[in-house]
């Protein structure tokens, strides 16, 4: 069977042309520039997530309670062991004395006050004029 050469195609990131790869000519959707291929995968990433709201933000949640959860021994069926001492760390930076109010509520309950604290600010800065 005789081999059709690729047609150059422009780049989704930069528009530029290029000739996809042979093995993937109908998939590449980016030249070979490593920043055309992070910058299309940040895009696809970004995609996923906003089709995937609901499941992408209870993973994230989920995986930050899992790291103070330390896993119990096999064949133990008792529940997790919620480890102190250290403070969880939190995106919106708060000035609080998060030690203090980690020993007071807890580290888990901390976690889901930051996570819902970070939910909050991420929507007003999306829409502030929706807050006003
Ligand atoms: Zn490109």
Redesign the pocket.
């Known amino acids: 069977m005789p081999k059709v050469p690729s047609r150059k195609r422009p780049?989704?990131?930069?528009?530029?042309w290029?000739l996809p790869d042979v093995r993937q000519k109908k998939r590449q959707r980016?030249?070979?520039?490593p920043?055309?291929?992070s910058e299309h995968h940040r895009r696809q990433c970004a995609q996923w997530n906003e089709k995937n709201k609901e499941s992408s933000k209870s993973n994230y949640l989920h995986k930050k309670l899992e790291k103070i959860r330390k896993p119990p021994p096999e064949k133990d069926f008792s529940p997790p062991v919620v480890r102190m001492g250290s403070i969880p760390r939190c995106r919106i930076r708060p000035i609080l004395p998060r030690d203090i109010v980690q020993l007071e509520i807890g580290t888990t309950n901390l976690i889901i006050l930051d996570y819902f604290a970070e939910q909050l600010l991420a929507r007003i800065r999306r829409n502030p004029t929706d807050y006003i």
């Open positions: 780049c989704c990131i930069c528009r530029k290029f980016t030249c070979d520039n920043e055309c291929r």
